[in-house]
């Protein structure tokens, strides 16, 4: 069996206290580890395992990762004995999906930054042992990064490995370019947003009536009112107690809410303003990002549909001028994602089931950096797994890092929702 500290240089380095962290990737599943780091740069990773390069290129970013940490913490004049303390936490660290990501993002070619804002609201998330004040998660990963670019030039075979997937892209793009892409058919899109929204939908009700069949969303949809809240919703510390339990232990509300603040929290949302929502969102310069929260059955899957239809009702030549609303469910995102369906937003749009319609990713990404976009993220709390809704929230900061001049609106039940992490990515 290889000697993985060999291989990774752990024993080369000097004082280097995190060695239990890599211990239980040295005996376990290292391989769907690597699987998980690389997946972002590596689609198909059928004979990628033969010669081991690849776990042991993502064994050596890993110690270099951890390494750079330890720096930063001593720098920070931390003891070595209360460096050694941090290791529980970084062993958890390192093993989440959304960390393997963002340091696995390191290897694709156009690379420029690693999200580093993204890794240090994940440790506060992740609830770990509080770092320094001064700790610099960008100068971390800073040399990270240098570090993996370093380790590319040093190992062809990696380099091999990494330009056969490019070649593969190439080459389905331009399967694609000879007739299999979607084409950026805006008349089709706003037909496809008719038939699955249009319709009211009564399916808890009895339809058999014609009348009722027949009802169109847009004809009857009434705005409703909002109150701007930048805080917890007092409404939802009202509940039974039994239920703030069972919520609570399903990691659906903030352990750290303190009740002797409810009378200021309900003193603060009553005094707020009542708005029409459509002027809320209406008003882009000042609400760029919106998360909408609402009871269930309160309307917000329906507000996002009719925005949607407002847009499919308008003639075509007036649309063109108008932002494209791009309505993706979350639930069934997520689930695509998981199937290996899609990575991210425009890859479900292109080719994934479930879009509406799909839409050429490459022109819908013109249209998304001229700011000409209006995405719509309904049902974030249906992602029920809290790390897996982590992942969608870490996908959401990305896209609005990748496209800030988009508008982007999040729906969400008020039980499941937790303020600070959307707020941390500027929603």
Not at 322 to 331: D, K, N, Q, S, T
Request: aromatic share 10%; proline share 4%; glycine share 6%.
């Amino acid at each position: 069996m290889l000697d993985w500290f060999a291989a990774w240089g752990v024993y080369s380095v000097t004082g280097f206290v995190f060695r239990e962290v890599l211990t239980p990737l040295a005996k376990g599943t290292l391989e769907d580890y690597t699987k998980d780091f690389l997946k972002d740069c590596i689609r198909d990773f059928s004979g990628c395992f033969e010669d081991d390069t690849l776990n042991t290129v993502v064994g050596k970013a890993l110690k270099e990762f951890l390494v750079l940490v330890q720096q930063e913490l001593e720098d920070a004049e931390v003891s070595e004995v209360e460096v050694e303390e941090y290791s529980p936490g970084l062993t958890k660290f390192i093993h989440n999906s959304s960390v393997k990501g963002i340091l696995g993002s390191g290897f694709q070619d156009e690379c420029s930054s690693l999200d580093t804002q993204g890794l240090g609201n994940l440790w506060y998330q992740l609830n770990l042992r509080s770092l320094p004040e001064n700790f610099d998660w960008e100068q971390v990963g800073k040399r990270y990064l240098r570090k993996v670019k370093a380790l590319i030039r040093e190992s062809p075979e990696l380099r091999e490995i990494l330009d056969s997937q490019k070649l593969d892209a190439i080459a389905r793009y331009t399967q694609e370019s000879a007739g299999i892409i979607p084409e950026f058919d805006l008349r089709r899109y706003q037909e496809g947003l008719r038939e699955s929204y249009g319709n009211l939908r009564l399916d808890s009700l009895d339809t058999t009536g014609c009348a009722y069949n027949a009802l169109k969303l847009w004809r009857i949809f009434i705005a409703q009112n909002v109150r701007k809240v930048h805080e917890v919703l007092p409404q939802v510390y009202e509940l039974p107690k039994e239920y703030q339990l069972r919520s609570r232990e399903t990691d659906q509300l903030d352990p750290d809410f303190q009740f002797g603040e409810l009378d200021r929290y309900q003193r603060v949302y009553s005094e707020a303003p009542i708005q029409s929502v459509l002027d809320v969102i209406n008003d882009k310069r000042n609400y760029p990002y919106l998360v909408i929260l609402g009871d269930p059955g309160s309307g917000k899957s329906t507000l996002l549909q009719y925005l949607a239809l407002m847009y499919a009702q308008s003639p075509l030549q007036n649309a063109i001028s108008l932002a494209i609303p791009v309505l993706i469910e979350l639930r069934t995102y997520m689930r695509n994602r998981d199937l290996g369906q899609c990575q991210n937003f425009l890859e479900f749009l292109h080719q994934s089931s479930g879009a509406i319609c799909h839409l050429n990713q490459h022109q819908l990404q013109e249209q998304l950096k001229a700011g000409n976009v209006l995405m719509l993220f309904d049902g974030l709390d249906e992602v029920f797994d809290p790390g897996k809704r982590e992942d969608v929230i870490t996908d959401i900061h990305r896209f609005t890092n990748e496209y800030p001049d988009v508008q982007v609106i999040v729906t969400s039940r008020v039980i499941g929702y937790k303020p600070q992490r959307l707020r941390d990515v500027g929603l």
